[in-house]
Every structure is written in C-alpha cells, then in structure tokens.
C-alpha cells in the first residue's frame, strides 16, 4: 500500500454552524471516498488552541509543536530561500499590509489580496538591505508569494531574540507558536519583549524602527502611488509575527514513521516544513485562476512523486483564503474545485486496492469567524482494506458524530493511527 495525504487547506468551519462549506458544496468524489472508508475528527493542535497553519501542519506530521518547535519565521526562511544566522539573527513570517499612516489604523492585513507578487517584489527590494539606526541592526526582506513575505533582522553588535511578541494584531505569539486573537484590535501592535534579556528588548526596538520605517519608505513608493491613482489599497506598512531565531531539531519523518514522504505544496510555509523533516519536497507554482490547469499539474505531480516514495503528502491552499476573507460562496467553489479538478483524476488514477488516500484540514477556518478557530476537522481513510463506517458525505458533524476513528485530541495522533490502519 501506498498513501495519498490530502490535507484541504482551512476546509473545515465551526462544529456548531447550522451548514458548513463543506455540507454546501457539491462534491461528490469526496463523497463516494467518505462513503468507502472510516471517518473521525481532530483538534489539529488541541483543545481551545485556534492554530496557525505552521504549528497545524507540524502536528498533523506527527510532530508534537509545543515541544519540537521553534517558530514560524525560520519555516518561512527555508521555504522561500532566505538564509539567517541561528542564534544571532531573527526570522519572521510577514505580511504587506494596508494602514492609514497618521493613525496606524490597519485598513487591511493582506492589501485587500490585489497586491500582485511582482508589486511585492518591488516593495521587498526597497526595505531589503535596510539599516537601523542602534545596535547596528539591518534588515533583509523577501516576498514570497502575493502579500506574503519573509524579514530577518539582524544586530552586528549583539544576537538577537526571538522572544519578542508580533507587531501583527492578529495573531498572539504563545511560547513558539501563535494563536488567533478572537477579538483583535484593528491597530498595528507595538513589538514587546517577551522576557526581561537586554537580547530581547534590543529586538523589539529593532523591530519597531523597522515598522515605522517601512511605513515612511512604502508608503511613498511609486509602486503605491500607482496602485492608489488605480484606487486600489496601498501596501504601506509590513507586519510581523512568529519570530524564530533558530530551525527545530526533529528526527526526519521517514526515520520516525520508517517509510518514505514526499511533498507537494504552494505555500513557502509548508515547503519550508516539509525540506526541515527531509520530505522529497517538490513545490508548485503559486495558485492562478485557473484551477483546472492548476489541479492538472498538482496530479501529475502526486502520481509521479508516488512512484517514487511511500507517502505523498499534498497540500493545497483553496478554501483557507476565502474563509479569512469571510466568503461562503467562493470557499463553497474552492472545494468544489478540488473535488472535480484533483480528487477526481486522482481516484480515476490510482487503485485504492493499491494506494489509500488520507484527507483532513490543518485547522478550520470559518467564513463567518474569518480567522482559524480551535474546532476539530474531519478525517477521512479510505483504501487499505478498511471497512467503511456509517458517514456517507465528508461534513464535520457527520465524522464527528458518527466516524469509527473516532475524535483524537492532537494532530500528531494522525499518522500512527492511519498507517497502524494500512499496511505501507
């Protein structure tokens, strides 16, 4: 047997929600799969924990975060290319953001997502290579894809921490992690030093040089002028989170699990994880609107990889966007759209007598939340031999309720289960 690990980036919504995305949406091969196989839940992170994508993923690899983790930022660095000195520099996870400048109002923590990643490009180059005014302190920043960036902040006269919280209102940073605020504040955040170190507090003063100096720089850039005479949103200001000075020291996954993984993914994040746990990692082209062509070229990219290796694990972006951006109807397409475009060429493909696929979510995003919530997510198995029970559609209620897997409380419970499942 072989294993297709189909995670649907942000699919779930809210246990309690009269209808859900993914009870609206017409998908019926993901259906027929969760009517031949054995369902459940998870609370990807745990209880009460409304994870990031990053600490999610982590889990759902069989990796406990609270315990093997060291930060977003660092993932973030790796996946996008970007290196920084362990120890002495920080890395953070970043956002291009719209903010009105007098006030430091946030007007839209992703510049309304119409900020291309050519734009971001341009604006990453202008604050790359900055100098701060104390401590000697510099700054390197790439884009990634669309709003998306990386920032390293460095100090030539001392190492920096990363025990500094995020300047991005969204998100708190807990221990190495963050979590969703429920209620945020529209305002950026000044950074604050989490720990009474001279290393932390120098950091969090670099930190908010670089945040007021990035609003002065963007926000005269011709980029933005050009982007406000067509009335589209400036990305005036660049928010931080998830410091991490240094990579997480983790057995490598085929060594944990001894059997094979490759990875396909589109985010710089789940690159980033996928290159740290030695995967055979392959990353896509970032998503278009073409979901036909994109789906196309994720399959093909599965069926080679699993020719080579034990367990395929495929992540794919869609319904996490327009959950954040609080769209039903578009979260409803996206996973309409994987369902025709992936999910059915990958069952017209494989035999599940041969190769089982795994399909979860790394969190919930709910459209009416707007932001990734503590709610467990379903799982679905199928393949492998094992007997189907009782759900008859891929919905949170039904694998809840009615799943034989049952509900497991962390996400790093996934894999030994499954594969204890399956034989690979």
């Not at 009870?23 to 993901?30: F, G, I, N, Q, T």
């Not at 931080?240 to 396909?264: E, H, M, Q, V, Y």
């Not at 392959?282 to 994720?298: F, G, L, N």
């Not at 709610?375 to 034989?404: F, N, Q, T, W």
Request: charged share 25%.
């Amino acid at each position: 047997m072989k294993l297709v690990y189909l995670v649907l980036d942000g699919a779930a919504d809210r246990l309690s929600d009269p209808a859900t995305s993914l009870s609206m949406a017409r998908k019926p091969y993901l259906d027929l799969i969760a009517r031949a196989g054995v369902c459940g839940a998870v609370y990807t992170v745990g209880k009460g924990i409304a994870p990031e994508s990053d600490a999610a993923v982590m889990s759902i690899l069989g990796y406990d975060p609270h315990t093997n983790y060291t930060g977003r930022g660092p993932i973030e660095a790796i996946g996008a290319g970007i290196s920084f000195v362990e120890g002495r520099e920080v890395a953070f996870r970043a956002n291009f953001a719209t903010i009105d400048p007098s006030s430091r109002k946030l007007v839209d923590r992703r510049v309304g997502r119409s900020l291309s990643t050519e734009e971001a490009n341009e604006l990453a180059e202008a604050l790359d290579g900055l100098r701060l005014s104390n401590y000697g302190g510099y700054v390197r920043v790439k884009a990634t894809v669309g709003h998306r960036a990386v920032v390293v902040i460095g100090s030539d006269e001392i190492p920096l921490s990363d025990e500094v919280d995020n300047t991005d209102p969204a998100y708190r940073k807990v221990g190495t992690i963050s979590v969703a605020e429920k209620n945020p504040q529209p305002y950026i955040k000044k950074s604050t030093p989490l720990s009474s170190t001279l290393s932390a507090q120098v950091t969090a003063e670099l930190v908010n040089e670089f945040t007021l100096k990035s609003i002065e720089i963007l926000d005269k850039h011709p980029i933005n002028k050009a982007r406000e005479e067509k009335g589209l949103l400036k990305a005036n200001v660049i928010l931080l989170r998830d410091a991490g000075s240094r990579l997480p020291k983790l057995p490598p996954i085929n060594k944990l699990f001894n059997t094979s993984f490759g990875s396909i993914t589109e985010m710089p994040v789940e690159n980033g994880i996928a290159k740290l746990l030695g995967m055979r990692a392959v990353e896509m082209p970032p998503p278009t609107e073409d979901k036909a062509s994109d789906y196309s070229i994720r399959l093909e990219a599965t069926l080679k990889l699993l020719k080579e290796v034990d367990v395929v694990y495929v992540h794919l972006k869609g319904p996490d966007e327009p959950g954040h951006d609080g769209d039903l109807h578009n979260k409803v397409k996206s996973i309409e759209d994987i369902d025709k475009f992936y999910v059915k060429e990958l069952l017209g493909s494989i035999d599940l007598r041969e190769v089982a696929i795994l399909v979860t979510s790394d969190h919930a995003t709910p459209p009416s939340i707007r932001a990734h919530t503590d709610d467990p997510v379903p799982i679905l198995l199928a393949g492998g031999g094992v007997v189907p029970d009782k759900v008859l559609r891929l919905e949170e209620k039904a694998c809840y309720e009615l799943g034989s897997i049952g509900v497991l409380n962390h996400g790093w419970e996934i894999l030994p289960k499954i594969l204890n499942l399956i034989t690979i």
